[in-house]
């Protein structure tokens, strides 16, 4: 049982348009949810958060929407960079954090 | 300030031996965790330690695989009699406390472990 799903596996998007990676989650007991951001042969990193009281957070080019009636999350960046190429997953919590699968995202010149 | 360190970065190992993955966490970080990821899957949880005890053990596959904490620092995970299918990158985290809203995950860049 898959408790967070991200359906999408790879996102194209051109420099400086707007990326938008989605997630969504089964679990009604996640208490937060989390955005990382992982490189090749690294390890992943945390790129931003939200509470599941709030439905927006935002960081910079970064904002995460959560609508929590859909079960439903979304990370934008605007505007999107080359560095920015990377897989990006989606976590919830409620307890220890439950990853998604992932979202290839490519951001071309 | 170093990270999350974890060893060795690469392990290749034959069907029925058993191996041992190390993990030094963050200076101070009292949580760790061990996630594993397998080609085409996400993050798989395995253990959660809190200080040198496993109150979270849900998310190991089988009774191969078992981990320890020593000293509230360095943990090793140890998988007994490989089989094919443990083949995956096995990422250590740690944190400052149970992962939260304002303590995120710190990341290793994890150990590729390959079963022939």
């Known amino acids: 049982d898959q408790q967070v799903k991200q359906n999408s596996p790879s996102l194209s998007v051109q420099e400086g348009r707007i990326s938008i990676l989605n997630c969504d989650y089964t679990n009604s007991m996640f208490d937060y949810f989390l955005w990382y951001k992982k490189y090749p042969a690294e390890g992943p990193t945390f790129l931003i958060s939200?509470?599941?009281?709030?439905d927006k957070n935002e960081d910079g080019r970064f904002t995460v929407f959560l609508n929590k009636s859909a079960k439903h999350l979304s990370l934008h960046i605007v505007p999107s960079q080359p560095g920015d190429s990377a897989v990006y997953f989606c976590?919830?919590?409620?307890?220890?954090?439950?990853f998604g699968t992932g979202t290839r995202l490519q951001v071309f010149p | 300030g170093a990270g999350v360190s974890q060893s060795p970065s690469n392990k290749v190992t034959e069907k029925g031996k058993d191996v041992e993955l190390r993990c030094d966490p963050i200076?101070?970080?009292?949580?760790l965790y061990w996630y594993r990821q397998s080609l085409g899957q996400g993050l798989e949880f395995l253990i959660y330690?809190?200080?040198?005890?496993?109150?979270?053990k849900s998310g190991l596959p089988s009774d191969r695989f078992s981990a320890e904490r020593t000293g509230g620092s360095v943990s090793t995970l140890t998988i007994q009699r490989t089989q094919q299918e443990d083949s995956a990158v096995y990422l250590c985290?740690?944190?400052?406390?149970?992962?939260?809203?304002?303590?995120?995950?710190?990341f290793g860049n994890g150990t590729r472990l390959t079963v022939t």
């Open positions: 200076s101070g970080h009292t949580a």
């Open positions: 939200i509470s599941s009281i709030k």
């Open positions: 976590a919830g919590t409620d307890d220890k954090l439950i």
């Open positions: 330690f809190q200080g040198n005890s496993a109150p979270d």
């Open positions: 985290a740690s944190s400052l406390g149970r992962s939260s809203y304002n303590s995120p995950l710190h």
